[in-house]
């Protein structure tokens, strides 16, 4: 599992590692040696400016100094600060730097050598100003190597406290931080290097991190692959409410939700549009809503196990209304867009009625509207997320590049194998179809999430530039059988 460690988790790693017998200098100095080999691998000797800060960072820095100094490449060394303030084992390591401590000047930077970014890490605790940012700042347009995280990174958040470099390669240790995935961050890090520093796994125990970069180790196992004695309604059949006008959304999100393994899927929508649906796509069924109450009994087969409600669905009285007999019927629940957006002034109507195993699906402007108030907008995208799905008891899959997906529980994700190209019209409509597919075979509510939003980005990178959200659905048998292959 790729476990993402909070800073104050990666202390507490640090410490651990410590009192279980690895002394705090060898962590420094196989840091160190570990940014070195990574810059060998990549470089052949070149005039290199390593920047020093204040704290351990630096410490690491000057490690790093003397081994590639060693290794015969040009180093010069320049500290933020004071050699005399330096303490601990920073101040060990400084004390083992053979050449001169120069000011950590803009002019270091002249002639263009490769920059070893070692200023701040975890212990960055306010935004950069005043010397440190003009240091940053002149690393514009170079190459530079961060140590832990581009110096003004935040490793919790992924923001940039005043000023941070663009690397081209981040070294990190043990484990990646939220900020090496989350936007900015992932950007400004450049190609990202998880180093061992003898720091043993079992600190992990210790921990019990509850952040992962999602990917299928967390949930393939749960994958609910078709027995070969199964038959189509032991795979549930999903129901997703169809509107009156933007027809194509839920068109999209029946066959996702078929492709993703559902048994059946019905389209329930307003009798006018049923010519429209039930032309399209000949797997999916189509189910007019003849008069009033008629979603509320439909929906009292047991056997329709799954209900999305949202994509094209209309904003107001009418999609409340069908959220709430599809809660009253207490089926597996994923709302997405209008539904969610039809309770943006009566939030706490909707958030009071959620569980595990209703998936939200907001992208920043819904979750705004439905968390505004609750949560507010201020946090980070996995603080938010993480007090969405606090708040709602529901499973909260907050949309974008970097989507983090929250389960009530506090266990979060952070996706990373979106590509761009799924910025397109009714990429989310598809997701939201996948969710559908795998909660109507019984996935768990968050498991089911962290499937989707997976299988979503890598049907995506299949297809790549100029997909549409037609393609996606039929690039999900390809991705499924790559990964059944895995097992
Ligand atoms: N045993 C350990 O804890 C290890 C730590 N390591 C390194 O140590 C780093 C963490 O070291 P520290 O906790 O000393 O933290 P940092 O070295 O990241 O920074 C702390 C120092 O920066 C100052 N500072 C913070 N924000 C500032 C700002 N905006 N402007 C000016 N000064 C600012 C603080 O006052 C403090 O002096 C890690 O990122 C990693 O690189 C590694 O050597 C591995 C082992
Ligand atoms: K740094």
Same mark, same amino acid.
Do not use: E, S, Y
């Given at each position: 599992m790729d476990e993402l460690l909070s800073v104050a988790e990666m202390y507490r790693a640090d410490q651990l590692a410590i009192a279980a017998g690895v002394p705090g200098p060898a962590l420094m100095e196989a840091a160190g040696a570990a940014v070195v080999r990574a810059v060998c691998e990549?470089?052949?000797?070149?005039?290199?400016?390593?920047?020093?800060?204040?704290g351990n960072n630096g410490g690491d820095g000057f490690v790093i100094a003397r081994l590639l100094l060693e290794a015969g490449?040009?180093?010069r060394l320049a500290l933020l600060g004071t050699r005399s303030a330096l303490t601990g084992d920073a101040a060990v390591a400084a004390d083992r730097w053979p050449g001169p401590i120069e000011a950590a000047d803009p002019y270091i930077l002249k002639g263009n050598p490769l920059v070893i970014d070692a200023?701040?890490?975890?212990?960055l605790s306010r935004p950069l100003e005043g010397h440190a940012r003009a240091i940053v700042e002149a690393m514009e347009g170079r190459t530079v190597v961060a140590v832990d995280v581009p110096s003004g990174l935040h490793g919790d958040s992924g923001r940039v406290l005043g000023a941070a470099p663009q690397a081209a390669l981040t070294v990190t240790f043990f484990r990646r931080k939220p900020g090496h995935v989350l936007l900015p961050g992932r950007t400004l890090c450049g190609e990202v290097v998880v180093a061992d520093i003898g720091i043993p796994e079992r600190v992990l125990d210790g921990i019990a991190p509850q952040t992962a970069v999602n990917e299928p180790s967390l949930w393939r196992h749960r994958f609910p692959w078709p027995a070969l004695d199964g038959h189509k309604y032991a795979r549930g059949h999903a129901v997703v409410l169809g509107g009156a006008r933007m027809t194509g959304a839920a068109r999209l999100a029946s066959v996702a939700a078929l492709r993703a393994g559902a048994g059946l899927v019905t389209i329930a929508c307003p009798p006018a549009a049923f010519p429209v649906y039930a032309a399209g796509c000949a797997s999916v069924i189509v189910d007019p809503l003849e008069e009033d109450g008629a979603f509320a009994r439909l929906l009292q087969d047991q056997r329709k196990n799954a209900v999305l409600i949202g994509p094209g669905a209309g904003r107001g009285a009418q999609t409340r209304a069908a959220v709430m007999a599809a809660l009253? !019927?207490?089926k597996a629940c994923v709302l997405d867009a209008d539904a969610l957006t039809s309770f943006a002034d009566s939030a706490d109507e909707l958030l009071d009625r959620l569980d595990k195993r209703c998936v939200l699906t907001p992208h920043e402007g819904e979750f705004a509207r439905l968390f505004g108030d609750s949560v507010g907008m201020d946090g980070d995208k996995l603080s938010r997320v993480r007090a969405a799905a606090a708040r709602s008891g529901a499973v909260v899959v907050l949309k974008g590049a970097d989507t983090a997906v929250a389960a009530p529980d506090g266990r979060?994700?952070?996706?990373?194998? !979106?590509?761009?190209?799924l910025a397109t019209a009714g990429t989310g409509d598809v997701l939201a179809g996948i969710v559908l597919g795998l909660l109507a075979q019984g996935m768990d509510g968050f498991e089911a999430a962290c499937t989707a939003v997976w299988l979503h980005g890598e049907a995506g990178r299949a297809l790549g530039p100029g997909l549409i959200s037609d393609d996606l659905a039929g690039a999900l048998p390809g991705v499924l059988k790559a990964l059944k292959a895995q097992d």
């Open positions: 990549r470089w052949a000797p070149h005039p290199t400016a390593v920047l020093c800060g204040p490449w040009p180093v200023l701040f890490g975890a212990g009253d !019927a207490r979060a994700v952070v996706n990373i194998n !979106a590509p761009p190209d």
